[in-house]
């Protein structure tokens, strides 16, 4: 069992930058998929970015350039650095894992991720 732990949400200018993370609570598998997705108001859940145990990293079209994911294998953590910010970024941000996987088969699907974190809300004023 993989518990997430999601934290540096908050309210921000546009144009400004957070730094999201996520603690996992129990041991990570050897390979895995942990990507960060996001979920506005009335809107559907939609995938942010992936990475996988071998550091293979996809970015969705509308935040390539802006943000960034990485891990701390040695600490269990996931990060989203969030850079130039937009009002429509503004969203509740979650992390997943898909666990002992080679690959992030399962992209921006969120029915392929076995945990998820509560999420952290991240909010943008223009």
């Known amino acids: 069992q993989v518990q997430l732990q999601e934290s540096g949400g908050g309210s921000v200018q546009a144009g400004g930058s957070l730094r999201l993370s996520c603690a996992a609570s129990?041991?990570?598998?050897?390979?895995?998929?942990l990507a960060w997705f996001r979920q506005a108001p009335g809107k559907e859940r939609e995938g942010v970015a992936t990475?996988?145990?071998?550091?293979?990293?996809t970015y969705a079209d509308s935040v390539k350039g802006r943000f960034t994911i990485s891990q701390d294998s040695a600490k269990n953590t996931l990060y989203l650095q969030m850079s130039r910010l937009k009002p429509e970024d503004t969203a509740m941000y979650y992390c997943?894992?898909?666990?002992?996987?080679?690959?992030?088969?399962?992209?921006?699907?969120?029915?392929?991720?076995?945990?998820w974190g509560q999420g952290t809300q991240v909010t943008v004023s223009s």
């Open positions: 997943a894992a898909d666990v002992g996987v080679e690959w992030c088969y399962s992209g921006s699907r969120p029915s392929g991720y076995d945990y």
């Open positions: 129990a041991y990570i598998y050897a390979t895995y998929c």
């Open positions: 990475i996988n145990s071998d550091s293979i990293i």
